[in-house]
């Protein structure tokens, strides 16, 4: 089975604080993804990178960087965490040459307070 | 844009039927997906169309046209547990990127 791991489950940082969110896959995917999803707005895409090193802004890139320095491993990064980050980040992988069936880790609700 | 429209809320009798609908735009659309998610957990995949008609799996059935823009995901035999939110995806464009829609919130009573 697919599996994707991410870091933490729940996580509460103060404004302004740097926070690393990090997301590991053991399936060999090629695509990894970054989400947060909001009461009412569904899954927004944040950031995605199709191979190690590269990567491209999704539909709300702003406030957040990612890093792939390695295939199974994405993170997100908020350089400096603001009280509308809270929300639920979940990350995807997916094989380029498959279906789009994305697999989903489970979550990291982040409280910035 | 690529909206996805779907109901954000529907009620449904345990042993019943109930049909959740969802609409697109189709310009460049691939394929759609209905993925399941339940309160606090990660959505898990369901079903994916990419041609007309309809793909059944169990008491789970997804329906797509394309041409309509149209998509809907059928579940039979509702069971207490089938409580939770359904989000319809579409896929367009490369690297395998999905938008999602808001998701309807399936409660299914007694």
């Known amino acids: 089975d697919v599996k994707v791991t991410q870091s933490s489950r729940y996580l509460v940082k103060r404004t302004g604080e740097k926070v690393f969110l990090e997301c590991v896959q053991d399936m060999d995917h090629e695509n990894m993804f970054w989400y947060r999803q909001d009461p009412g707005l569904g899954l927004r895409l944040i950031y995605f990178s199709y191979d190690v090193k590269m990567k491209e802004k999704g539909d709300i890139p702003e406030g957040y960087s990612v890093s792939r320095e390695k295939k199974e491993r994405f993170s997100l990064i908020l350089e400096s965490a603001s009280t509308n980050q809270t929300s639920m980040y979940l990350c995807a992988s997916t094989k380029q040459a498959s279906s789009y069936e994305q697999y989903f880790g489970p979550g990291t609700r982040l409280t910035v307070t | 844009g690529q909206n996805i429209d779907q109901p954000t809320e529907m009620t449904a009798t345990e042993g019943a039927i109930v049909q959740i609908n969802c609409t697109y735009q189709?310009?460049?659309?691939?394929?759609l997906f209905w993925y399941q998610q339940h309160a606090g957990e990660a959505p898990t995949f369901l079903s994916y169309?990419?041609?007309?008609g309809l793909e059944e799996k169990g008491r789970f059935s997804s329906f797509l046209s394309r041409s309509k823009g149209y998509s809907y995901l059928l579940l039979k035999e509702l069971q207490m547990k089938d409580s939770a939110s359904y989000l319809c995806?579409?896929?367009?464009?490369?690297?395998?990127?999905?938008?999602f829609g808001a998701g309807t919130r399936l409660a299914v009573h007694p």
């Open positions: 189709t310009s460049g659309f691939n394929g």
């Open positions: 169309n990419v041609l007309d």
């Open positions: 995806a579409g896929g367009w464009g490369g690297y395998n990127k999905l938008i």
